[in-house]
């Protein structure tokens, strides 16, 4: 049925007052925005629920019997809430998540903040490693969790796709390349390159991206991982390639993330966990926020 429980308040205000200008001042609306609610919930039931006058305003038959109804739907849902609440407030223990460092400034904080709100008795423990580290962790069951770029072929992870993110080139405001609205992979030849180290998950969708392509720029300086990277070209010693979360998400740091193509490289971001073992309802409710976080960015 096409109303709400803003309808149902407003109902009831009405039916406890026995005036609309009462009810409209209790609930700080006017008159027309409360009648137009019970309007709505009138038409959404097919019933009147009042006799209206010039003088007074009174419930009809059916509006009678549906006042102990309505009542009822407010106390069950308040009752449902404040256990809900209690039960959250109540929740303790110890969530452990790993996760890539690149994708911490972009999903994290919008989620640790109101997780924490909402269980102040469960404490987070945020492992920040590279994608390896973070498939190991899980697979061991050192963490309840992951959020990461691989695991879809691993037989004992669920991965749970959240985004697909594209490698950009890193550089600073000023160098040859910001002017740039995309670069391709040969345009990075002859310029200062930081690349990541063999063995980095990064790395290798890189080079297999990159199997038939002749020409690849050619680096001068190595790093283990993309944070490591991303403060060099931030010093202005070189450009990288990163993925485009591995930037910080505010303005401001002197960086730019300009499109790479020919070829396109791109990873998908996702939580991963251990196939046929549930997780714990404290890490269950952060598993499911920061899919809703993942939806919100598509």
Known sequence: MNFDLADLRAFLAVADLGSFKAASDAMFLSQSALSRRVDKLEEALGVALFTRTTRKVELTTLGRMFV??????????????????TVAERLSGEVTIACV????GHFLPSVVGPYHERYPGIRLRIVDESSGDVLLAVTRGDADFGL???????????????????FVVACRKGHPLAARRSVKWKDLEGFDYITLAQGSGNRFLIDQALARLQVRPR????VNHVPALVSLVQAGLGIGVVPRMALPPKPGSGLLAIPL??????????????????LAPAAQ???????????AKL
């Open 219 to 222: 680096w001068y300086c190595e």
């Open 68 to 85: 102990h109804k309505a009542r009822n739907v407010i106390n069950e849902l308040e009752d449902a809430m404040l256990g809900i609440q």
């Open 148 to 166: 990461t770029y691989i695991g879809t072929q691993e037989p004992d992870i669920d991965f749970c796709p959240l985004i697909e993110e594209a």
């Open 261 to 278: 193509t020919d070829p396109v490289i791109t990873r998908t971001l996702g939580l991963i966990s251990r196939r046929g073992r549930p």
């Open 101 to 104: 460092p690149s994708a911490v």
């Open 285 to 295: 409710f952060l598993f499911d926020m920061l899919i809703r976080r993942g939806t």
